[in-house]
Structure formats: C-alpha cells, structure tokens
C-alpha cells in the first residue's frame, strides 16, 4: 500500500462575496496511478467560507467507523482551527480527485485504510491552506507571514488578529504551496487528543441524521425486486393480477437481465405488498441448487488432497522427527453482514441529460462506471451524491455493484420522469447473496521433546473473493488469492517448518468480502492452534506466544499488544468461576489481542463477562473512536460465531430475517476494556482489526472452561457450546 | 381511508390503507425519517416509537389499531429523560453508524420515565430487543447510566 502523496498544492478560487471559498488540495499520486500527479490533476478537501466556517470534503463514506470526524480532525489540526468550527461533507464522486491512495484510480472506503490513506495528504491540505492564508494577512497587514500564526480560526501577528474568513479571498488569489510545512507531532492538540468527540453524534442522536433511506426525493417511486428463490434463477414471465388489488401499485417489469422483476408502488409497502402478491414464472436451469452440506462436502474434500498451491513455496517442516503432534479440521459457514440498513439507494435523471445516484456508497467508481455504461453516458455525466450509511460490513462494496446496478436497470425500464428509489427488506438482505464465504482448514502441528513447534502444516479450502473481479490483480499472485491465506502465510509468528497449502473450491452462491476479509477464519484457526498447541506442549499459551514473537518490530509490536491485553485482562489470575482465552492478530496493519473471560462452561451455558483488548495502530488519530471500533469490531465477531450462519437447501437460503440470523444483543457480551499502545507509527487500521482475535479468544476461553472442547465449526451453538 | 393520527403533539390526517404499518405512514406519508426500517419484524427495534408513552414497534403496530393514543417518535421527544439521554449519548459519543440509535434512544426513554436509576442488568433486560450491528452496547449501558445522573442532577 502506497500511502505517500506528492505535495503538489493547489488554489481555485470561486470567491465572491458571503459565499467565498477557499479550495485548497494537493495531487494524488496512487499506487497504480498512471504517472505521477500532474498539476491539473488535483484534489480539493478544503473549503473555508468567508464566515471562516471550514468545511473538509471528505472522500471516504461514515458508515460509523469514524472518517467524518477522523479526517477533519487533520485538517483542522493543520489549519488551525477547533473542532467545533468545522464540518464535513462527502465528496463526490471523481477518482481524478478523490482516489483511495491504497486502491490505484480508485474512490472507495474498504480495507480499513480510511486512515492510513489520508493522513498526510488530509494533513497537508489543511497546512497549505493555513499558509496561504497567512501569506494573504502577511500582505496585508505588511509583515512577515513567518510572525502569524492561526489559533481557533484566528490570524494572530502583531497587535491583531482577523479571522480566516477575512482573507479566503486574497489567499484564493495566491499560489499554493508545493510543501507547506506540518506540524511537529509533538505540537498537536487534536490529533491524539481523546476528547474530541464525532461530528456526528448529534444528528445521529436526534433523529435528523440523513441515510439514503431516508430521501424522499419529489415525485419519487419505489422499486422493489422479486427475486429468484435460488442465485441465478431468471425471470421468464409474471402475472400482477393480484398486485394489482394493492393501493398504490404502478406496475411490473422484468428487468433486462432478467435477474428478477421490478415491482414499482408510490410508497414502500405498497410495494412490498405488491411484491408478495406477484407471480413469477422463473427459470431455475442454471441457478444454485446446490445444499450447504455439499458445499462444505467440496471443501473438506478439497483438504484431504494435495493442495492447488504451495503459498510459501517451501519444503513442509520435519513433522516425522516430531515428538508430539496435535490435529484439528476446522470449518466456517456462509455469514450475512447484516448492516443495519438494508441497501438502499435513488436514482434519478438531471437537467443536463445525465444521471444521479443517492447512495451511501462505499465504492463510488464501480457504481459510477456501471451507470455510465448501463446509460450509455460519458463518466462525467454521472454524478453520485453519497449519504450516511446504516453499517456494511463490507456489503455496500461489491465488485459488481450490485444494487446500484439493479437500481439502474429499475430506472432504464422507465420513462425515466420519475425518480427511482431502490429498497431492499431485512429478507432480501439475508437471501440475496453476497457471503462471506465458507472456508475449511486443516492443521497439523509437531512438537519436538522440549514442546517446541518444529513443523506446522496447514492447508486452507475455500473459495476465493477476489478471483474473477476488478481487484484479482491486487489480491491474486502466481495463482493464490491472498485473501484466502492472509493471517497464516504472512504471520508475524516466527514458526519453524510452516508450510501453507491452498485449493481454490468450486463457485458456491455469490461470495463478498466481511468485516476484515479472509481474517474472520485465518485467525481464528491460527489461534485455536497455537493453544492446542500450548496445551499440547504443556505450556502456557501467553508463553508459548511470546517465544514465536521474537525479532523485529513486527514481532515486537505484536508481542507487546499481547503483554499488555495480557496485563490489563489479569491474564492468569480469572475470578473464581470464571475461564479465560486469549488470541492476538495482525490485520490491515494494525495488531491487537483480547482475554475474554467467561463464566460457566458449553453444557451448562457461557456467559461472555469480560473482554480485555490492546491495539497498536501506529498514531492514535482518535483514541476514543478507535476504542468504539475495537468495541464494534469484538461485538461483531463474537456475534457471529456465537449463533450465525447461513444455509442453503437445495440452493435456497434458509434464512430470512433477524429471529433467523440473531443479532449479538446487549446481554450477550459484558465490558469491553480497551488499552491502545502509544506509537509514533504512520496510522493503520482500525474499523477491521478488532474482529479477528475475538471470535479465537472467546474459543480459548470456552475450552478453558469446558475440558479442552477445541470448537473446530461454526457456529458455537450449533456445535456443543449452550450460552447463558 | 383516512385516519387522523395524535402525532406528536399534532392531530395528523393521514391516507393509509388498513394493514399498513405505523412505520411506514410515519416514514412515508409524514416524511418523519427518525424511525427507522431495519427488520419489518420487531425483532430489532429500530421502529420503536411510543404509544402512550410505551416503547412499541412501530413495524408492527398496524394503522388501524393506533386509535387516539398519542404517538411519538423521536422528533417528538419532549422529556428529561429524553434531553439526558440525548446528552449523554453525544458525551460518550454511542453512536457508530447511528441507523438503530433513534430506536434505543426510544426504548431508553420508557425504561427512565419507570426506573430513573436502572442496574445494567435491568437495562439490559430492557433494552434487549434494540439490536446494534455496530455492537454500541458497551456504550448503551453506559449512555443510560450517565442520562439517569444527569437527571438527578
């Protein structure tokens, strides 16, 4: 990941009069961008009004992990002005101006990268406009601009002082500077600063908050789409009859690609009432019709041959010397992400002949470019105006853009007077495809007489994510999704002889990436293990750990969120009654370890009281959302194991709505503590880190409690563990 | 047909078929976007208004059944325990994607207008039925307690 930028500043002014604004931005220089950043190929994230109200653009969407706060914190901190005189707004789409650093010519929030990707470049825009700021009141007022300074949206010099938005005209008439200078680390209020609270708490505590869901834009209609009972089924004929006994039903289209009908209604239960009484003839010859018990048949099998891919491209370690040896074949299920509000998004048609998108949208160049080709349309004539997200989880991404596309094609079949706004129900999310995907494990582990690993043979099975779409180049090398291995073939564990075996499985429903990737199993297996194999060896698992962790930073780093998880959990020393695992994890470059502590044990129920988690995550941008992440992450992945899966019969998903696919819930899980280590470290992620180790040291804890039940499948509930 | 709805305070004519959900002539005829659709269900909350000053979902109270009972959503909180709890959800900063927080600002409400000083056990036997996908529950228990300090005052 490339997260460099050129500083290469830029100044268009549009000033005139009350609405003046100062556009300050600096090149962008992506990893796979082609060439280094011209200067017309610029990016504004800086607006000040004449009022000296600062509005940062902000390129990446808030579905709740922090970037509407995050990224103006950098700028205000290099302007200078306080977190209550600026606000945000979300960027349009335009991957010229607003590209993911990390993702090449790309706009899109995914990767836990928000962060990473805009912290120099968010913190050199603020710092270019503050001194084209001064230099204006330098001119000004004749002095030095080295004598200014600005402080809370105050130009201090000499005997005066002015706010910024005096001077956004004169400064939007200077040229900006190629490498404004930043702060020293040491001088910053806001970044580091735990008090800052969300820009965003507000809104979102009174109901005024704006999701996509919530537009109602003038004249609009609802579309909502049957579709087929199994993935891939096609629409081949409908009878509306009965619909159309439903006050408020326009009419029914059978979309162009046939993936299912448009059921149009002047609100939204009309249209899910239409819906329900609409008949459709499908045709199921080339859908899914496979079950979940084939499905996971194909992986294990897959595990017990010889793997497709050698991943570390090495000899296995001797397990034939071993003195010990301990085996475990692990097995995931499908998983929803379940955000909480269902997909959603508008579309309408603008004045100019082009096409418009509201949409709490997570990649806004793949939705783009799909429009612009369903319409037949130059990519500047779509425009794509982002909202407030209700959660992903990583569904609001897909490569195909799937709801946006489907939402297009409901547009296409009308005369196109009216808005469109697509709405999908809590059933549609769980049925409607789009999975983490199901991923078998087998692990072979040798120990010599002194307990100590001298071979660690793993093969994974499952399908790849990334294979087949737009991001197969970033992911996929000599043939191996990393994705599918990320976690084991890159961990920071020094393990003797491991070697990494891989086969890619047969197509199984539509497959996405879920809150950290292929992380969601690979750690939980590499977790599991290395207390098997602990247990195995007759050592303690925080010992046995820590003798892996030896070498450089990055064994340092991940050994030191696992002492310090280790001392704030009283690893060791659980309350009478209580059982503790603990698990640590590297992802999006970021490490962090949890001690869950439980009560009771897998026959009689488990009582989750207590998680303990310490992140290093580099610099701390905003301690307090980071924590709120780590929170959202263990919940997320504990949630998951704890109950949920997704299955199918004879291809038709077996789940519907939430009493299906239960929600972790409030009394479920007790107090969450997180410590995150101080680092001087270029930021890394947070909004998916947290979820990894969780799943494992809840895992470690259970077979802690409950005479060494190692719970090789998912879920928990479906495989010997009762909670309480 | 047209029923008039006690709405906030307003008497509120509405056109609405009978059958139809609370939620839906809230969100779609009334244009009051604070309740949100999450599930369709009642299985997780986001719908919760109040009837009477009773936390329900709104998903599945039908039009027909509301009669003359006040309703509130949130644009309708008027309270103490509303303005505490609204507070101290933006002190501790509870929400992350914010979808569900009008629900469990709802609920939260009933349980202080009842128990102004609940036990987290009793706020979560409370709030149980509010799901969060975000998983802000930490931060839910905490918000509660901190809205019935700040009412004591």
Not at chain 1, 299 to 325: C, D, H, Q, R
Not at chain 1, 570 to 580: H, I, Y
Request: proline share 5%; glycine share 10%.
């Amino acid at each position: 990941m490339n997260t460099q930028i050129t500083r290469r500043g830029f100044l268009a002014g549009s000033a005139a009069g009350a609405t003046a604004f100062l556009l300050v931005g600096v090149g962008a220089n992506g990893a796979t961008a082609a060439g280094p950043a011209e200067a017309k190929a610029l990016n504004p994230f800086v607006k000040i009004g004449s009022d000296g109200t600062v509005t940062a653009i902000v390129k990446h969407f808030e579905k709740g992990q922090g970037p509407a706060t995050g990224l103006p914190t950098l700028i205000a901190e290099e302007l200078g002005v306080r977190m209550d005189q600026i606000r945000y707004e979300f960027a349009p789409s335009n991957p010229e101006l607003y590209a993911n650093l990390a993702f090449g010519k790309f706009q899109g929030t995914g990767g836990s990268t928000a962060m990473a990707n805009s912290f120099m470049q968010y913190r050199t825009a603020g710092a270019a406009a503050r001194e084209m700021l001064l230099m204006a009141a330098a001119k000004d007022w004749s002095v030095d601009a080295s004598k200014l300074s600005i402080e809370d949206g105050l130009i201090k010099g000499p005997g005066k002082s002015a706010s910024i938005g005096e001077f956004v005209i004169a400064a939007s008439a200077l040229e900006a500077p190629t490498a404004p200078k930043l702060k020293d680390p040491a001088d910053f209020k806001l970044i580091g600063n735990s008090k800052v609270r969300r820009l965003d708490s507000e809104i979102k505590s009174n109901g005024t908050a704006m999701y996509a869901m919530d537009l109602h834009l003038p004249n609009q209609m609802i579309a909502v789409i049957k579709r087929p009972p199994r993935k891939d089924g096609l629409a081949m004929s409908f009878d509306d009859s009965s619909s159309n006994s439903v006050k408020g039903f326009i009419r029914a289209a059978i979309l162009p690609n046939k993936a299912g009908v448009a059921v149009y209604a002047e609100n939204t239960w009309a249209a899910f009432r239409a819906r329900e009484e609409l008949e459709v003839e499908w045709d199921m010859s080339k859908a899914e019709n496979r079950s979940s018990e084939q499905i996971k048949s194909e992986i294990m099998s897959a595990l017990e041959a010889k793997p497709t891919y050698n991943v570390l491209k090495n000899e296995p370690g001797p397990m034939e010397k071993a003195e010990k040896t301990v085996e475990k074949t692990f097995y995931f299920p499908l998983l929803a992400h379940a955000p909480m509000e269902p997909l959603n998004c508008s579309i309408e048609a603008t004045e100019d002949g082009g096409i418009l998108l509201h949409d709490g949208c997570q990649f806004p160049t793949g939705p783009h470019s799909a429009l612009a080709q369903i319409f037949n349309l130059p990519f500047e004539k779509v425009q794509i105006k982002t909202m407030l997200a209700g959660g992903s989880f990583g569904r609001r991404a897909t490569p195909t853009a799937d709801y946006q596309v489907e939402a297009a094609l409901a547009f296409i079949l009308t005369d196109r007077s009216r808005p469109v706004k697509l709405v999908w129900s809590r059933e549609d999310d769980l049925t409607g495809g789009y999975y983490r995907p199901a991923f078998g494990h087998k692990v072979k582990v040798g120990l010599d007489s002194k307990g100590d690993i001298i071979a660690w043979e793993h093969r994974i099975a499952g399908q790849s994510i990334m294979k087949g779409t737009p991001f197969e180049s970033f992911s996929v090398h000599d043939g191996v999704d990393h994705s599918s291995v990320e976690g084991v073939s890159d961990t920071p564990y020094r393990i003797p002889g491991q070697s990494v075996g891989l086969t890619d499985t047969p197509k199984a429903t539509s497959l996405l990436w879920w809150r950290s990737v292929g992380h969601t199993h690979t750690a939980y297996v590499m977790e599991v293990m290395m207390d098997l194999a602990a247990k195995t060896a007759g050592k303690d698992p925080l010992a046995f750990r820590l003798a892996y962790l030896k070498g450089d930073k990055n064994q340092d780093r991940m050994a030191g969120v696992l002492k310090l998880a280790a001392e704030k959990g009283n690893w060791g020393k659980a309350a009478e009654g209580r059982s503790q695992g603990l698990a640590v994890h590297k992802s999006f470059g970021s490490y962090v370890a949890e001690v869950v502590e439980v009560s009771g044990n897998a026959e009689d129920g488990v009582k989750i009281e207590k998680v303990t988690c310490a992140v290093d995550c580099g610099i701390a941008v905003n301690p307090d959302i980071i924590k709120a992440q780590m929170e959202g992450g263990i919940g997320y992945g504990i949630g998951h194991v704890m109950r949920d899966q997704i299955t199918l019969a004879d291809g038709e998903v077996e789940q519907f709505n939430f009493p299906d696919y239960e929600p972790l819930r409030i009394n479920d899980i007790g107090a969450i503590d997180v410590h995150i280590i101080s680092s001087a470290e270029a930021p890394t992620g947070v909004g998916e880190p947290g979820t990894p180790p969780a799943a494992p040291a809840l895992a470690n804890a259970i077979s802690a409690a409950s005479n060494d039940l190692h719970i090789a499948s998912l879920p928990m509930s479906e495989n010997g563990v009762s909670f309480s | 047909m047209t029923i008039t709805l006690q709405l906030n305070g307003d008497a509120r004519e509405v056109d609405a078929e009978p059958g139809t959900p609370l939620l839906w002539v809230i969100r779609d005829e009334l244009k009051l976007t604070g309740t949100k659709f999450g599930c369709g269900v009642a299985s997780c909350g986001a719908c919760t208004v109040h009837l009477d000053g009773d936390p329900v979902r709104s998903c599945q109270t039908m039009i027909e059944d509301v009669g003359e009972a006040q309703v509130t959503t949130i644009e309708g909180l008027d309270s103490k325990a509303a303005a505490a709890l609204q507070q101290a959800w933006v002190e501790l900063d509870v929400p992350q994607c914010g979808y569900c927080q009008s629900g469990q600002i709802m609920s939260a409400v009933g349980l202080l207008t009842v128990n102004q000083n609940p036990t987290a056990e009793e706020i979560d036997d409370h709030m149980y039925g509010n799901a969060c996908r975000c998983a802000t529950y930490q931060r839910i228990r905490a918000g509660v307690q901190r809205a019935a300090e700040i009412m004591e005052g």
